[in-house]
């Protein structure tokens, strides 16, 4: 078993730590003085200067577009395994991503257009989008049902003549709210009396289309996530040509899967990211702290924290490792196990040693003074998007007893680099 980094990989580290410390870290406190002031001034829902500024540096040191491997139109993509550590050091700033143009939705996003539209979809929507001219939104979530279960999507999309028309009510939209949002994926009924889970198509739907209103961004503990957003989206009578159809008709489940494997990990990635800058900052607190005479990480109760906290830090890890080296060597069908496990172990142990941080700051961990509260916020989301913790229990749990039906072959699992 092999557990270290290439030598390609340990230099693209080190340039991109570099670059954290150079760029990012510095302007922790400029991006969201930047968003608070253009709100004062009655619109919170601008581009940040800083980030766009950076985006060029990013570029021009070879940390762009890092995420898509195996596609011609991004030589720089990594494999899913080359990428983890990479992504994780992004994850630790929640904003950083979109530096190097590696945020979500857009990474998925960008990675569905690739796999399964046409050229002309990928020359309109993907291109623009590889340079970072324009942004993007994923349209799947509704607020009229239970949208853990993507069957139950009510959104139809009627075909007339060469367009669709789409007509449903999305909500959890996120970077709709994003002035340089230009098209959604959206998924929906193309025919509800088809088998359960050929009902479901995907379309590319340009986000200035007749019929679109974006009608609130959703607070999630209070934030906004200007100028990103999550936003509620209502499609009436909206059409688009029949040529903006991802793969076929009945594909939209199919897709979906595929699209949220690479999603779901590139979240843990940057959960992890995130808890080692949370476990960072506590840290350095402890030993900066006095409480009743002594250090406060001379204290029990904070060593046995800390020590915690680095275990599951490098479990997690481990199995995100493990699974994105899956991915790569034996497809996200067969890792599909190790896809769920990350999906429910990474934002779980992420909020847990980020809790532990704010707990250790005291009143100022839950302040803004701090990235702890905000950063806790988006971690306990997680346990949500791109599906909640039970269905991935559920689903891995099936998987696991199907092993020891009766009359069921064995399910071989493959010797892998984390195992």
């Not at 229990?393 to 072959?409: D, P, Q, V």
Request: aromatic share 8%; proline share 6%; charged share 25%.
């Amino acid at each position: 078993m092999e557990f270290d980094y290439s030598p390609k990989v340990k230099e693209m580290q080190a340039k991109l730590l570099a670059f954290m410390d150079e760029h990012i870290y510095p302007n922790e406190n400029t991006y969201h003085q930047e968003v608070a002031a253009n709100r004062a001034k009655g619109n919170a829902w601008i581009p940040t200067k800083i980030i766009e500024e950076l985006k060029p540096k990013a570029r021009a040191a070879g940390l762009w577009n890092l995420f898509l491997p195996k596609s011609s139109r991004a030589p720089e993509g990594l494999s899913n395994l080359e990428y983890a550590p990479l992504c994780e050091i992004m994850g630790r700033v929640p904003w950083a991503a979109e530096v190097f143009n590696c945020s979500a939705p857009d990474t998925g996003n960008m990675e569905t257009i690739e796999r399964y539209g046409s050229e002309a979809n990928k020359d309109q929507w993907l291109e623009p989008l590889l340079k970072g001219e324009i942004r993007s939104a994923f349209l799947m979530t509704e607020p009229a049902v239970a949208s853990s279960d993507a069957t139950n999507i009510e959104c139809s999309m009627r075909r007339e003549g060469d367009e669709y028309v789409i007509n449903g009510r999305k909500w959890w939209s996120s970077g709709a709210g994003d002035p340089r949002c230009a098209v959604y994926i959206v998924m929906g009924k193309t025919d509800p009396e088809a088998p359960r889970h050929s009902q479901q198509s995907m379309i590319l739907v340009p986000a200035n289309s007749k019929g679109i209103t974006v009608i609130r961004p959703l607070g999630v503990f209070g934030y906004d996530d200007a100028p990103h957003g999550h936003m509620e989206v209502e499609l009436k009578d909206v059409r688009v040509p029949v040529g903006n159809l991802l793969k076929g008709e009945g594909q939209g489940f199919a897709i979906a899967q595929g699209r949220l494997g690479p999603g779901r990990i590139h979240h843990c990635m940057r959960s992890i990211g995130a808890a080692e800058y949370a476990l960072e900052l506590m840290c350095k607190r402890l030993n900066d702290r006095v409480a009743f005479g002594r250090r406060i990480s001379e204290q029990g109760v904070w060593r046995e924290r800390v020590a915690e906290s680095r275990c599951m830090i490098e479990q997690a890890r481990l199995l995100t490792l493990k699974a994105a080296y899956m991915m790569d060597t034996v497809g996200n069908k067969v890792a599909q196990a190790e896809i769920a496990m990350i999906k429910i172990v990474a934002p779980n142990m992420a909020t847990r040693v980020i809790d532990w941080a704010i707990q250790a700051h005291g009143g100022a961990g839950v302040s803004g003074d701090f990235p702890l509260a905000y950063s806790y916020a988006n971690q306990r989301t997680l346990r949500l998007a791109d599906g909640p913790d039970e269905v991935h229990r559920n689903a891995l749990a099936k998987l696991e007893l199907a092993k020891y039906m009766a009359g069921a072959k064995p399910v071989e699992m493959p010797i892998t680099r984390g195992s």
